[in-house]
């Protein structure tokens, strides 16, 4: 069974910076594509990051979150700057493991992590 574990969430102020990770259990998951949403509260959860072989982004964080991955640590990062209070949200790591197309669409992704609150006051 695959577990997927977050971590780094926190409090931070406008324009600072965090790093998410997740780390992988269970299997090796070096052709999945692994990926990022969020959710803040009353909102639907949304796509933040994927990753693979190439990287995607939504339009809210490009330039300004950096997903990566370290296969050998079965881990996955999300880099964020200059936050912004409307990030502000539970943040997920998930994985894909039907070797489809990238998709920013929930459902897609068959293993979910438990979340990481991060808060970015204003």
């Known amino acids: 069974q695959v577990q997927l574990v977050e971590s780094g969430g926190g409090l931070v102020q406008a324009g600072g910076s965090l790093r998410l990770s997740c780390a992988a259990s269970?299997?090796?998951?070096?052709?999945?594509?692994m990926g990022w949403f969020r959710q803040a509260p009353g909102k639907e959860r949304e796509f933040v990051a994927a990753?693979?072989?190439?990287?995607r982004y939504a339009d809210s964080v490009m330039g300004r979150f950096t997903i990566s991955r370290d296969s050998a640590k079965n881990t996955v990062y999300l880099q964020m700057n200059s936050l912004k209070p409307e990030d502000t949200a539970v943040y997920y790591c998930?994985?894909?493991?039907?070797?489809?197309?990238?998709?920013?669409?929930?459902?897609?992704?068959?293993?979910w992590g438990q979340g990481t609150q991060v808060t970015v006051s204003s």
């Open positions: 269970g299997r090796t998951f070096s052709t999945w594509i």
């Open positions: 990753i693979r072989g190439s990287r």
């Open positions: 998930a994985a894909d493991s039907t070797l489809g197309p990238m998709s920013t669409i929930p459902r897609t992704y068959d293993y």
